[in-house]
């Protein structure tokens, strides 16, 4: 069965700090997708970046960045500089290509908080 | 992005009634639709998953008598929460997708807060 465990609850740094965020997954499927989306308090889910199996290539968009190991299973999350608006909850998910209706399997969530 | 609406936002109702909860892809057609809940502090969990013209899917230990779903278009996804109870207070998401394929990114809708007194 697929898994996602986001270890840190929750991670506190003041602003300006870059802050990485873990996440691990477990699957049997060699075809998968994985997600990072953001939930700020509003409650909306923003979707942040979606990543396949088969690509490996790290990834920078701004501030974010992404480093995604096979070898680990881990798809890891760095915000970088960070700001106060950066503050939310981040939801790393999973999609196997086996499960039925390509559902979302989501980790705890890890909250960040970013101080003035 | 693609755009998903969820109405209402919030909602307060008495024990005993129902609720009905819409969720609308604005820009694209889905056929796929999901419904989430998700409680304070919590992660998201899956309640059921609905395609266009069929029965929704429910996960295991949602009673489908309870939180019933229609997905009548391709723009239009319902739930309904029947006979509501203080325990369904809860935090309600949707989302969509545009296709079947798991390449096919989920977009969430704004959430809808359930209070039930």
């Known amino acids: 069965a697929q898994k996602v465990t986001q270890a840190q609850t929750e991670i506190s740094v003041v602003e300006k700090e870059d802050v990485t965020l873990d996440c691990v997954y477990e699957?049997?499927?060699?075809?998968?997708?994985l997600f990072w989306y953001k939930q700020p308090p509003s409650g909306e889910l923003v979707f942040l970046i979606r990543r396949n199996s088969f690509d490996e290539q790290n990834e920078i968009s701004g501030r974010y960045s992404w480093n995604f190991q096979k070898s680990t299973s881990s798809f890891n999350f760095t915000i970088t500089a960070s700001q106060v608006v950066d503050s939310a909850v981040y939801f790393c998910?999973?999609?196997?290509?086996?499960?039925?209706?390509?559902?979302?399997?989501f980790g705890g969530g890890t909250r960040v908080l970013v101080k003035p | 992005g693609a755009v998903v609406s969820q109405h209402p936002s919030r909602v307060i109702c008495k024990s005993g009634t129902s609720v009905k909860i819409e969720c609308r892809s604005l820009d694209f057609q889905a056929t796929t639709m999901f419904w989430y809940r998700q409680f304070p502090k919590k992660s998201l969990m899956l309640m059921a998953t609905s395609n266009e013209g069929s029965k929704a899917t429910y996960e295991q230990g949602v009673e489908k008598d309870k939180f019933l779903i229609n997905h009548a278009s391709l723009t239009l996804s319902t739930l309904t929460v029947t006979s509501a109870h203080p325990e369904d207070s809860s935090f309600y998401i949707c989302?969509?997708?545009?296709?079947?394929?798991?390449?096919?990114?989920?977009?969430f809708g704004p959430g809808t807060r359930l209070t039930v007194l």
């Open positions: 998910a999973l999609s196997e290509a086996r499960a039925a209706g390509n559902k979302l399997t």
């Open positions: 699957t049997r499927d060699t075809t998968y997708y």
């Open positions: 989302s969509a997708k545009a296709s079947g394929r798991v390449s096919d990114t989920q977009y």
